[in-house]
T-cell receptor, first 112, second 112 residues
Framework: QKEVEQNSGPLSVPEGAIASLNCTYS??????FFWYRQYSGKSPELIMS????GDKEDGRFTAQLNKASQYVSLLIRDSQPSDSATYLC????????????FGTGTSLTVIP | EPEVTQTPSHQVTQMGQEVILRCVPI?????FYWYRQILGQKVEFLVS????????KSEIFDDQFSVERPDGSNFTLKIRSTKLEDSAMYFC??????????FGNGTRLTVT
């Protein structure tokens, strides 16, 4: 069974701190990795994509991928109260169709 | 930027009735999906659709559910004989292939 694991949290950080969100996946055939942000009652919104090992930075967000360890993370620098949301890790596999597998999400609260 | 659009935003129905949830995926996308999220719970995969047929479905997607792409733009989810436990947010999503999943704003289904 293809699994994507995240700590459900809640994770609380003070405003201005770095929030670190982690995700592991079980299938080594996974090819693409995404982080989505979901505010309560809203749909998931794509914030980061990463396809190869290493770091990818976009503004205050950095995604890190380590395929050998089957691990992907998201760092949020200078956390803001508006970052308070649930963060979903998603893994894409295209070798059999085009399927996306989601973690259960990590709830992040940024305390002003 | 192109968006996935879903209608209606909120649907209230009585138990045992049939509902049709509608979606217009992004126009150059080839893969279409339905997900469900019960309040406070994780995003759950229902079904994926490619080349006018179902490519994968979850255990949730039983005979009560069906999907259709009746024309070149719409993608529908039909739920026959709704049950109380079908109350949830239903998200349509689409993907071009080796690219992220884009979600619509969702339809909140309430079964009374």
């Amino acid at each position: 069974q293809k699994e994507v694991e995240q700590n459900s949290g809640p994770l609380s950080v003070p405003e201005g701190a770095i929030a670190s969100l982690n995700c592991t996946y079980s299938d080594r055939g996974s090819q693409s990795f995404f982080w989505y942000r979901q505010y309560s009652g809203k749909s998931p919104e794509l914030i980061m994509s990463i396809y190869s090992n290493g770091d990818k930075e976009d503004g205050r967000f950095t995604a890190q991928l380590n395929k050998a360890s089957q691990y992907v993370s998201l760092l949020i620098r200078d956390s803001q109260p508006s970052d308070s949301a649930t963060y979903l890790c998603a893994v894409q596999q295209t070798n059999t169709g085009n399927q996306f597998y989601f973690g259960t999400g990590t709830s992040l609260t940024v305390i002003p | 930027e192109p968006e996935v659009t879903q209608t209606p935003s909120h649907q209230v129905t009585q138990m045992g009735q049939e509902v049709i949830l509608r979606c217009v995926p992004i126009s150059n996308h080839l893969y279409f999906y339905w997900y469900r999220q019960i309040l406070g719970q994780k995003v759950e995969f229902l079904v994926s659709f490619y080349n006018n047929e179902i490519s994968e479905k979850s255990e949730i997607f039983d005979d009560q559910f069906s999907v259709e792409r009746p024309d070149g733009s719409n993608f529908t989810l039909k739920i026959r004989s709704t049950k109380l436990e079908d109350s949830a947010m239903y998200f349509c999503a689409s993907s071009r292939g080796v690219s992220p999943l884009h979600f619509g704003n969702g339809t909140r289904l309430t079964v009374t």
